[in-house]
């Protein structure tokens, strides 16, 4: 192969990998506006620590800008407002149940996050995780642990990528 014919196939191959990640940035920007307006009110704090850990994300830190990200959080969180809004949401999560578990417990784990975030997970809160975890095919319970046990140990939020996998 010459360098001419090298340099393209991994152009292509850098293109085709940041289109391969839209769906993992629309499930996990949905995921979290789900969560932060299951209980009928969007507030701050929740925003706040959902677009921390978007920005945290190992695969979403590589190919998104912070500035992406926030926007694609507040168009999920328009969404998450209408009955039609969250069923989109909903289908954007359930798009990557074929990805690698470790990338839809992350998703997940965002979503449980912005729950704690506030007095811990309410009951609209824990049906919307309920939820969220069938379409994304994960443990539940098992996160809700890690990142409930992550924050009792160290004060800090479940870092992302070194919770649970199974």
Do not use: W
């Not at 995921?31 to 704090?45: M, R």
């Not at 979503?111 to 506030?118: E, G, K, N, S």
């Amino acid at each position: 192969m010459s360098m001419l014919q090298d340099v393209i196939a991994r152009l292509r191959d850098t293109v085709t990998g940041f289109r391969e990640d839209e769906p993992l940035m629309a499930a996990a920007v949905s995921a979290a506006a789900l969560v932060i307006t299951a209980d009928g009110e969007i507030a701050q704090e929740e925003v706040n620590v959902a677009l921390a850990d978007l920005i945290t994300e190992p695969t979403l830190h590589a190919k998104y800008q912070p500035s992406a990200l926030a926007q694609q959080l507040g168009l999920a969180i328009e969404r998450a407002c209408t009955s039609d809004g969250r069923g989109a949401n909903l289908a954007m999560v359930s798009a990557i149940v074929d990805r690698p578990i470790d990338e839809r417990n992350n998703v997940l784990l965002i979503a449980i996050d912005v729950a704690i975030a506030r007095q811990g997970i309410n009951a609209d809160e824990d049906k919307m995780l309920s939820q969220l975890a069938d379409q994304l095919a994960v443990d539940k319970v098992a996160l809700i642990a890690a990142a409930k046990a992550q924050r009792l140990v160290t004060g800090e939020r479940v870092e992302l990528g070194d919770a649970t996998h199974g």
